[in-house]
């Protein structure tokens, strides 16, 4: 089974500070993907990041980046100099690979609520 | 935004109806996925269409089933409506059904059952 945790229920910052959401994992599969997607208000959820398990590479976008280390299963992301803009959930998901019943769904951790204060 | 559509908005039914929800898919997509969404909680996938054909499902009765059309669009059933289906249902579409592919959501339809 696959699972998805993220510990921090919410987050609350000023505008500016940095902000890190953390996310473990679990799964039995070899290859398979992580997700970040965030969710303001109005509901709809957006696609930050795709990465696959075989690809270790940490990543940076703007003002955004994550952290992959396999070896401690975890998927964190970075936001630096936070906006109010940023106020939203945010969640981690995880799809496995190309096996199997279920192995098309993803899976999401309960999300993380940021609230970047002005 | 993705261009991926949902319809309707808002619904309210009543306990023991039957709704259907629908969802367009981003063009060049050929699958869709549907999730359910408890308030404070990560969305829960149902299920998943490639093709016209469901091939994947999550933990969900045989009282919530789909369709998926040759334009691939998609619907959402559910029958014998229950006060726990109150949730936001959310579509998603992708270019397949395969683990590498990213899933773009739509808005969502949140039902309310009384």
């Known amino acids: 089974a696959q699972k998805v945790t993220q510990a921090q229920t919410e987050i609350s910052v000023v505008e500016k500070e940095d902000v890190t959401l953390d996310c473990v994992y679990e799964?039995?599969?070899?290859?398979?993907?992580l997700f970040w997607y965030k969710q303001p208000p109005s509901g709809e959820l957006v696609f930050l990041i795709r990465?696959?398990?075989?690809?270790?590479q940490n990543e940076i976008s703007g003002r955004y980046s994550w952290n992959f280390q396999k070896s401690t299963s975890s998927f964190n992301f970075t936001i630096t100099a936070s906006q109010v803009v940023d106020s939203a959930v945010y969640f981690c998901?995880?799809?496995?690979?190309?096996?199997?019943?279920?192995?098309?769904?993803?899976?999401f951790g309960k999300g993380t609520k940021l609230s970047v204060i002005p | 935004e993705t261009g991926v559509t949902q319809s309707p908005t808002h619904l309210i039914k009543t306990r023991g109806q039957q709704v259907t929800l629908r969802c367009s898919s981003q063009?060049?997509?050929?699958?869709v996925s549907w999730y359910q969404q408890a308030l404070g909680q990560g969305p829960q996938f149902i299920f998943q269409?490639?093709?016209?054909?469901?091939?994947g499902r999550g933990n969900f009765p045989p009282r919530f089933s789909g369709l998926q059309f040759p334009n691939y669009s998609s619907e959402l059933n559910v029958n014998a409506l229950e006060l726990d289906d109150s949730a936001l249902y959310l579509c998603?579409?992708?270019?397949?059904?395969?683990?590498?592919?990213?899933?773009?959501f739509g808005p969502g339809t949140r039902l309310t059952v009384t």
């Open positions: 063009s060049g997509h050929n699958t």
């Open positions: 998603a579409s992708s270019r397949g059904g395969g683990g590498g592919h990213e899933q773009y």
């Open positions: 799964t039995r599969d070899t290859t398979y993907y």
């Open positions: 269409y490639y093709r016209e054909e469901e091939n």
């Open positions: 998901a995880l799809r496995g690979d190309y096996s199997g019943a279920g192995s098309y769904q993803l899976t």
């Open positions: 990465r696959n398990s075989f690809d270790e």
